[in-house]
T-cell receptor, first 111, second 115 residues
Framework: LAKTTQPISMDSYEGQEVNITCSHN???????ITWYQQFPSQGPRFIIQ???TKVTNEVASLFIPADRKSSTLSLPRVSLSDTAVYYC????????????FGSGTKLNVKP | DGGITQSPKYLFRKEGQNVTLSCEQN?????MYWYRQDPGQGLRLIYY???????QKGDIAEGYSVSREKKESFPLTVTSAQKNPTAFYLC??????????????FGAGTRLSVL
């Protein structure tokens, strides 16, 4: 099971781009990288998932280098409503159930 | 609307009492999960179930029990053996197929406190 390491917290200002990096040195060949967002007193929600290179959706971009030992979640032009905890998970795409969420990164967006 | 419904939103337990947290999903997902979250911490896996009538212990199963009699339902019982039950409990599900890539969908959570 590949464990992940993320910064405990980050501060940003509205309108800035935020990059949150996750280290996963023991990632396996069949592992995918998935990011979730959690607001206080709510369940986490899926943001983005990738296997290699770059993935972009309407919310974020995910950059994965060739060695896949780290990944970077990029949030363009953050707003106050992006203040949340962001979790990076590494797990196989199928037939796996023991997900490790860790403590995540607390992003605080200031006005 | 498709999704996962957890109830109640808030629950209070007396000493020595068992309480049951409800989790229902209408997403037709095979796999369901229960997590516990303590303040400022990440999620820890309590139990999970890949199919009906089958479930497995997670990392912190002691003091908890589950059942999976229907695909849509995965209730969690917090027994009197769980000495520190105060936490935020989250239920999740995923489709468990290649296309789903193990993306989990979460309910809104139940906050359990001890009286």
């Amino acid at each position: 099971l590949a464990k992940t390491t993320q910064p405990i917290s980050m501060d940003s200002y509205e309108g800035q781009e935020v990059n949150i990096t996750c280290s996963h040195n023991n990632i396996a060949t069949n592992d995918y990288i998935t990011w979730y967002q959690q607001f206080p007193s709510q369940g986490p929600r899926f943001i983005i998932q990738g296997y290699k290179t770059k993935v972009t959706n309407e919310v974020a971009s995910l950059f994965i280098p060739a060695d896949r030992k780290s990944s970077t979640l990029s949030l363009p032009r953050v707003s106050l409503s992006d203040t949340a905890v962001y979790y990076c998970l590494v797990a196989p795409g199928v037939n796996f159930n023991k997900f490790y969420f860790g403590s995540g990164t607390k992003l605080n967006v200031k006005p | 609307d498709g999704g996962i419904t957890q109830s109640p939103k808030y629950l209070f337990r007396k000493e020595g009492q068992n309480v049951t947290l409800s989790c229902e999903q209408n997403l037709n997902h095979d796999a369901m999960y229960w997590y516990r979250q303590d303040p400022g911490q990440g999620l820890r896996l309590i139990y999970y179930s890949q199919i009906v009538n089958d479930f497995q212990k997670g990392d912190i199963a002691e003091g908890y029990s589950v059942s999976r009699e229907k695909k849509e339902s995965f209730p969690l019982t917090v027994t009197s053996a769980q000495k520190n039950p105060t936490a935020f409990y989250l239920c999740a599900s995923n489709r468990g197929t290649v296309l789903a890539k193990n993306i989990q969908y979460f309910g809104a959570g139940t906050r359990l406190s001890v009286l």
